[in-house]
């Protein structure tokens, strides 16, 4: 009963994880036909939702450790090890690529189209992280 629990904060908190990010990629769109004055919007939209990932991203993590410690597999099975990996890079990448983009809104460093084309690479950059980690969980490929 306990697992079942766990397993599906894990799920819920993985569909949370990804899900702002593929809502921002309409959004991005949006902006390039934006006024500077109502881009202001946009880019709190686009904070609130990464913190959103990034909340859902430490229920992920927590979750993820409770069902190693639940189940019958091991810190040294493969596909947890590479999701691991997947997921500090990613970690770092979230931390990189998003923040030094969004502060740059408002000041004199501010450039629209590059400002969106950043966002708009970190966003699939991520996505496509996130994506990776869900296959590695879904299959579970022996790699090694
Ligand atoms: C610290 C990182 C993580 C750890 C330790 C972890 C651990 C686990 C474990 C032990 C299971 C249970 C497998 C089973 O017995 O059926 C699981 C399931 C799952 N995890 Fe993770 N996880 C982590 C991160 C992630 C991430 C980043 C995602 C998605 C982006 C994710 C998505 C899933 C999904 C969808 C399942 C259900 C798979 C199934 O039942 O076949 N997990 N995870």
């Given at each position: 009963?306990?697992?079942?629990?766990?397993?599906?904060?894990?799920?819920?908190?993985?569909?949370?994880?990804?899900?702002?990010?593929?809502?921002?990629?309409?959004?991005?769109?949006?902006?390039?036909?934006?006024?500077?004055v109502q881009?202001?919007?946009?880019?709190?939209?686009?904070?609130?939702?990464?913190?959103?990932?990034?909340?859902?991203?430490?229920?992920?993590?927590?979750?993820?450790?409770?069902?190693?410690?639940?189940?019958?597999?091991?810190?040294?099975?493969?596909?947890?090890?590479?999701?691991?990996?997947?997921?500090?890079?990613?970690?770092?990448?979230?931390?990189?690529?998003?923040?030094?983009?969004?502060?740059?809104?408002?000041?004199?460093?501010?450039?629209?189209?590059?400002?969106?084309?950043?966002?708009?690479?970190?966003?699939?950059?991520?996505?496509?992280?996130?994506?990776?980690?869900?296959?590695?969980?879904?299959?579970?490929?022996?790699?090694?």
């Open positions: 009963m306990l697992f079942s629990i766990v397993i599906f904060i894990h799920v819920v908190s993985a569909v949370v994880s990804i899900g702002p990010l593929v809502a921002l990629l309409p959004m991005l769109k949006k902006m390039e036909d934006t006024d500077e881009l202001g919007g946009f880019v709190q939209a686009f904070q609130i939702s990464i913190t959103v990932v990034k909340h859902a991203g430490h229920v992920l993590v927590i979750s993820g450790v409770l069902l190693v410690w639940l189940s019958a597999w091991t810190w040294l099975t493969s596909w947890i090890v590479m999701t691991i990996a997947v997921m500090v890079g990613s970690i770092v990448f979230l931390a990189k690529a998003f923040k030094p983009t969004l502060v740059t809104f408002g000041t004199s460093n501010f450039n629209k189209e590059q400002f969106i084309k950043k966002l708009r690479k970190a966003t699939w950059m991520y996505i496509f992280l996130l994506l990776i980690m869900l296959w590695l969980m879904v299959v579970k490929p022996t790699l090694w």
